[in-house]
C-alpha cells in the first residue's frame, strides 16, 4: 500500500503563503494526488488534485514532481478562515495521511 | 446540488448495543464510502461500493461491522455489538466513479460508546 507521510502542524500569519508537503511513498505510476481540507465537526473538503507538474485553481496550487515521490500544496495570502488540517490522499488506495494542522494568526 | 446527506448527526450508546448509521448519497454517483475517523487521525476506509456491489472491505471489521447499499443509492453501516474503540466520526462519501474523482463528504456521525 502506498503511504503518505506530512507535517503534523505548521503555523502561519494572514497574508503570507503556506506550502505544505507530503511524502508518497511507493506511489503507483497511475495514483492521482488529491488534497483536502477539513473543518472541525465537518467532513473533508476537496481543494485540489494533480498527477505531475503543477496544477492551479482559485484557492491553491499544487506541485508534483517529476518523480511523483511528494507533492506540495501551496495557498498562497492565508486567512485565519484557512485554519483547518489539510490531508493528502492516494486515489488508489482510498487512504489519507495523519494530516497537518495548520493554524493562521493574525 | 443537495450535498451527502447522513443521519443521525450524534448517537451516544454503552458498550455491547448495536447502532445504525445512514447515508443518501449525491444523486447519480456510483461511488459510495463509509470513512472512520477517530480523534486526533484522519479518515480510515471501511468500506468502498460500486453501485451497489462491494470493491474494498479489508478494513472492516466483519465480526461486527456491516453495511449495505441496496439498489445502489442509499448506504447503511451498522456496529454490532460497539465497543468503546469504536467512538469516532463516522463518515460518508460518493463520487462520480470509482478511480481518480474527487470524494464529496457528508459532515458525518458523531458516535460516543460508554
Keep these: 500500500l502506498a503511504k503518505t507521510t506530512q507535517p503534523v502542524s505548521m503555523d502561519s500569519y494572514e497574508g503570507q503563503e503556506v506550502n505544505i508537503t507530503c511524502s508518497h511513498n511507493n506511489i503507483a505510476t497511475n495514483d492521482y494526488i488529491t488534497w483536502y481540507q477539513q473543518f472541525p465537526s465537518q467532513g473533508p473538503r476537496f481543494i485540489i488534485q494533480g498527477y505531475k507538474t503543477k496544477v492551479t485553481n482559485e484557492v491553491a496550487s499544487l506541485f508534483i514532481p517529476a518523480d511523483r515521490k511528494s507533492s506540495t500544496l501551496s495557498l498562497p495570502r492565508v486567512s485565519l478562515s484557512d485554519t483547518a488540517v489539510y490531508y493528502c490522499y492516494n486515489n488508489n488506495d482510498m487512504r489519507f495521511g495523519a494530516g497537518t494542522r495548520l493554524t493562521v494568526k493574525p | ?114
Design chain 2, 1 to 114: 446540488e443537495a450535498g451527502v446527506a447522513q443521519s443521525p448527526r450524534y448517537k451516544i450508546i454503552e458498550k455491547r448495543q448495536s447502532v445504525a448509521f445512514w447515508c443518501n448519497p449525491i444523486s447519480g454517483h456510483a461511488t459510495l464510502y463509509w470513512y472512520q475517523q477517530i480523534l486526533g487521525q484522519g479518515p480510515k476506509l471501511l468500506i468502498q461500493f460500486q453501485n451497489n456491489g462491494v470493491v474494498d472491505d479489508s478494513q472492516l471489521p466483519k465480526d461486527r461491522f456491516s453495511a449495505e447499499r441496496l439498489k445502489g443509492v442509499d448506504s447503511t453501516l451498522k456496529i454490532q455489538p460497539a465497543k468503546l474503540e469504536d467512538s469516532a466520526v463516522y463518515l460518508c462519501a460518493s463520487s462520480l466513479a470509482h478511480v481518480n474523482e474527487k470524494l464529496f463528504f457528508g459532515s458525518g456521525t458523531q458516535l460516543s460508546v460508554l
